[in-house]
């Protein structure tokens, strides 16, 4: 009877959302007791908004927004979206960037007017040693916000708050997962205090931040080593090789081609949500072919 169950559950799976590739690891997904998420794009919408435009002495708002605009036209980061779509919005108008570089999980990298210009993460400005107004930036920090830093010259020339939005639907899924006992880990490149904003927002129970692109996969080992069935919910390119190590990859739909082609099951309606339904799929038919 396995084949007719196996069939079944393929409709019932398309009805959830759910796209299997690996079906065993669908089959394994009946075990899991972790599961982890990244926070943009994942939890949150990756739909940034800019909030702030806070220039240094010296520089004006515009200005500001010019510089980092130009150069996050040449980036795809959910930030870039987002501080193009203002700097559009305000009718600014683009300057010509030359020597565009990413800063893998830092920022981004160009020379406009014979200047060079970034525009990074806290991070970065930190191991850099440079000043800058730190009670303003926790604020916004604490309200969830990201804050990017525009640099001219190596000099901080001002700062960028960003808001996105928490799906209401991720907080249905952490709150589903913990009535059926699995633990919820949030996993993000973004700033400490943002992820912890989110995680309390969403009821999580652990966090790793400032996690750089290429040690999410090994962050992804060390919870398995800790004795964890763990699956690994993701979006983006920086996710492919977390998604892999887990021993479940799952990828949001609307998130990026290597998301997908890496993953053992799709999100097809991007609801975080469907994880849910997709251990309790996995437990209903294969607890029915015993
Ligand atoms: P996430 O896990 O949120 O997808 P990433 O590893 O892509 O994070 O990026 C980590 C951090 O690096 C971001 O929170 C941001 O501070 C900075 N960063 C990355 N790309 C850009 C960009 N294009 N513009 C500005 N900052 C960026
Ligand atoms: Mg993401």
Redesign the pocket.
Known sequence: AAPLVIAVSTSISAKHGLLIRNRASFEGARNLNAVVF????TLTK?EFEVTNIVPNEGYKEEEVLNW?AS??QN??????TG?VKSAKDKKIKFKKITDFE???????QGIIDGKKVN??????VTSQNMGYDEQLFNEMSEEGK???FVLLDDKLAGMIALADIVRETAKEAIAALKENGIHSIM?????KK?ANWVAKQLDIDEVYA????DK?ADQVRKIKEKGWKVAMT???V??APALATADLGIAIGAGTDVAMETADIVLVKSNPKDVVSLIDLSRKTYRKMI
């Open positions: 990244d926070k943009t794009g990756g980092a150069l996050e980036s795809e980061h959910p930030i870039a501080i990413s800063i893998i999980g830092k920022g981004i525009v990074v993460s806290p991070g970065y990201t804050v990017v996993l993000t490149g973004d700033n943002v400032e996690v750089l692109p999410k993701g979006d983006g920086n996710d």
